[in-house]
């Protein structure tokens, strides 16, 4: 079973920025689909980004296209998600999955394990 260890968020005014962590333990990364998805306060989860198994492809909710990029690092086990110019309505606490799935999914449904979640708060 795989183990998913988010770290990284934190208080960020609005402009600023941040870097997620999420290291996987009990399996090998290169073996799943790396989301991000991340849920505010009386709201629905939601999708932010995703990224295969091999970096060819990366995927982003509109909302955060050319502020946050996802990465992973499969000999450290590691995704990453960096945040920049970050808004009071990124605010969320930001959760990592994996998948074993081909491509990539925007579907809580289409990820296995999760982690815990690191909170985010942008202030304005």
């Known amino acids: 079973q795989v183990r998913l260890v988010e770290s990284g968020g934190g208080l960020v005014q609005a402009g600023g920025s941040l870097r997620l962590s999420c290291v996987a333990s009990?399996?090998?990364?290169?073996?799943?689909?790396m989301g991000w998805f991340r849920q505010a306060p009386g709201k629905e989860r939601e999708f932010v980004a995703a990224?295969?198994?091999?970096?060819?492809?990366?995927d982003y909710r509109d909302s955060v296209k050319g502020r946050f990029t996802t990465s992973r690092d499969n000999a450290k086990n590691t995704v990453y998600l960096q945040m920049n110019s970050l808004k009071p309505e990124d605010t969320a606490t930001y959760y990592c999955?994996?998948?074993?799935?081909?491509?990539?999914?925007?579907?809580?449904?289409?990820?296995?394990?999760w982690g815990q979640g690191t909170q985010v708060t942008v202030s304005s």
């Open positions: 999955a994996s998948s074993t799935g081909l491509v990539i999914r925007t579907t809580q449904r289409a990820y296995d394990y």
């Open positions: 009990g399996g090998t990364l290169s073996s799943y689909v």
């Open positions: 990224i295969t198994r091999g970096s060819f492809r990366t």
